[in-house]
């Protein structure tokens, strides 16, 4: 066998292709697009390495044309689930054992099919399943899960480079093994890019998995497993399951072999599930490893020195791209009382120019919500504002679900800094606006820091560099992600790692190194070369 310290293709962020008119890469979705609206797929669990179909099946629509099928899936049971541990803990021994470079070619390739091949029909699985438009899906689960897969072989060369000092007759290593157990990986409806992630980071650093995605995001996540098994991933690394998550934690949680949860998803599910780990704890042989990226409601916060048209377009973009079913969106906002008439302006003039249908349409800005349950709960909100004394519906604000998931981009104009839509989660297309008085700046920062549990995502907006500074240092615990006079979405893997704490998550930074140590279970070696004969120390002797 040959033998080298090998170094691996330096990571670069891939670069987003933008889709403009008469471009191959626009006739290629397009295509893609075509092909698989035509069809009805049947899409199996993945256990083991086989491919298993049960007779209960469940349908998926395009959220933004819910008459139309593009395919249905199998609904697991407890049985499945245990069935994906037995074969996460039967493929670990020959995986963690698998030389490191063999794992990060698997990904590499994976990360090459994704931005190869693959790239149109990852673009149009994302744009039909989760109603993104291109340049969403081109951001997310094609630039952004390539990014994570290249950035995360570095990451893990540059960990196991890490080692200690040695004495003399002394050799002193650290071995990174995997942690001892499965890895459970739960991912959300919203991200692509976070499906993939979730479950492919741990199985890079030696780890099996057992993979729940949300329902709602099954029809692309089914893509990526096809595009891991196709770079070799070999069987049971990664198991994916299609189970109630009740079911599914009833079983994870209590197998003794359980040793980490990748999650992303609600506040609320989190907090559960680290309760339910901490009971359990006895049953486990090691300590688990819990990363979490939850919720968020994320601020904008403008001091009267910013500039007007930058602060309209960190809110349009911020906070109604992808429908704001981002963690990170934007959802509140505090304008100071002098800018307040001509923001308004440009977001009336923004939202009028802003188109709305189908993803299949490229000119449609905005498309649907993920689904029934979304929808009634955000229009449900606007409703309750319409009504309330404490606010006013000021632009968009109407809903329709007869033909999809449609809510226009709506803005609420808040009296009050602490009304309802500007402390909770909504998760879709609602931006909250307070405004103030230009002298009431310092107050407003304490306010800003104070009203959410949340610390995700926010942004500041100022000329004066004194404002910023000062601001920086005030919300310095009110986000993980923080940006300047930028809106406060859109973290690139390698240059900004995402993650918040408080009620938002751990702060594992997905996107850099800190994320990959959670997946690992160091060893301490100490070899000496000439162990001493004799106990005794030459301080015991008096001449």
């Known amino acids: 066998m040959a033998n080298g310290f090998y170094t691996v293709p330096q990571a670069k962020n891939e670069p987003c292709l933008n889709y403009g008119p008469g471009s191959s890469e626009k006739a290629a979705v397009k295509a893609a697009l075509a092909e698989m609206r035509s069809e009805v797929k049947d899409i199996p669990m993945t256990i083991g390495g086989e491919k298993v179909f049960t007779n209960r099946k469940s349908k998926i629509v395009p959220p933004h044309d819910i008459k139309h099928s593009i395919g249905k899936f199998s609904n697991g049971n407890k049985g499945h689930v245990k069935d994906a541990i037995a074969a996460a803990m039967a493929a670990k021994d020959k995986w963690a054992s698998t030389p490191w470079q063999e794992r990060a070619a698997i990904f590499l390739k994976a990360a090459d099919l994704i931005a190869g091949p693959y790239r149109a029909r990852m673009n149009a699985a994302t744009m039909l399943c989760q109603s993104k438009n ?32 040695s004495s003399d007759g002394v050799w002193n290593r650290l071995e990174y093994r995997p942690l001892e157990g499965f890895v459970f990986a739960l991912t959300p409806f919203n991200f692509t890019a976070i499906a993939g992630n979730l479950p492919g980071t741990p199985a890079l650093l030696g780890n099996t998995v057992v993979w729940k995605p949300a329902n709602s995001q099954i029809y692309s996540a089914a893509l990526v497993m096809e595009i891991f098994e196709e770079a070799g991933l070999p069987a049971g690394v990664i198991n994916l399951v299609f189970v109630d998550g009740p079911a599914a934690g009833d079983v994870i949680f209590n197998s003794p072999d359980f040793a980490g949860l990748h999650f992303t998803g609600s506040t609320g599910v989190f907090n559960h599930l680290w309760a339910t780990i901490g009971n359990n704890i006895s049953k486990y042989k090691s300590y688990p490893r819990i990363v979490g990226e939850t919720g968020g409601k994320d601020f904008v916060m403008v001091h009267p020195s910013a500039n007007v048209d930058q602060v309209v377009t960190a809110l349009s973009r911020g906070a109604f791209e992808f429908q704001g079913q981002k963690c990170s969106a934007a959802s509140r906002a505090y304008i100071p009382k002098s800018m307040w008439t001509a923001v308004k302006k440009g ?111 926010g942004s500041i907006f100022a000329k004066d560099r004194y404002v910023v500074e000062h601001a920086t240092k005030a919300l310095q615990n009110a986000a993980g992600n ?36 959670r997946w690992l279970s160091p060893r301490t070696i100490k070899e000496s070369f000439a162990a001493p004969k004799d106990y005794r120390y030459p301080f015991l002797e008096e001449s």
């Open 347 to 457: 977001l009336r003039e923004d939202l009028k120019s802003m188109k709305m249908g189908p993803t299949e349409d490229f000119s449609n800005f905005i498309n649907a919500v993920i689904d029934e349950k979304a929808f009634d709960k955000i229009s449900n909100y606007i409703e309750k504002a319409n009504r309330d004394k404490d606010a006013n519906v000021i632009l968009g604000g109407n809903y329709d679900k007869s033909e999809g998931y449609f809510i226009e981009p709506t803005v609420i104009q808040a009296k009050k800094p602490d009304y309802r839509t500007m402390c909770e989660e909504i998760f879709g297309p609602v931006l909250t606006i307070h405004v103030y008085n230009d002298d009431k700046y310092d107050e407003m920062l304490g306010i800003v820091d104070s009203t959410s549990p949340y610390a995700l995502t």
């Open 482 to 517: 923080f940006y300047i006079n930028d809106k406060p979405t859109g973290a690139v893997v390698g240059q900004q790692p995402f993650g918040g704490g408080r009620a938002s998550g751990t702060n594992d930074k997905a996107g850099s190194v800190l994320n990959l140590y």
């Open 134 to 165: 291109i340049w969403q899906a081109e951001i997310d689960c094609v630039c952004e899960l390539v990014d994570f897969l290249r950035f995360n072989v570095q990451y893990m060369t540059e960990i196991y480079a890490q080692q200690p000092n």
